[in-house]
């Protein structure tokens, strides 16, 4: 999966975006990530923490991810 990076100044602004949760989550939400669509990015944040970190992925590079997630890529338990 290629990595594509941008300056600050071109990501998109997130202060009006419309964060989404799985219904699937656990805890009443508050353990997962939240979702949003911005100016034709995926943008995700932790639940936890809405003011910390965002990644801003392009939608090839979101689809990349998730295939990877499905296949366990990311799995650290053993």
Do not use: Q, Y
């Amino acid at each position: 999966m290629s990595v594509e990076e941008r300056e600050p100044r071109d990501l998109p602004d997130l202060s009006r975006a419309t964060w989404r949760k799985s219904s699937l989550s656990g805890n009443g939400g508050a353990d997962c990530v939240e979702v949003a669509s911005v100016s034709g990015l995926i943008a995700v944040r932790d639940s936890k923490h809405p003011g910390g970190a965002t990644l801003v992925f392009s939608p090839s590079n979101w689809t990349a991810f998730l295939g990877r997630v499905k296949t366990g890529d990311f799995d650290t338990r053993s």
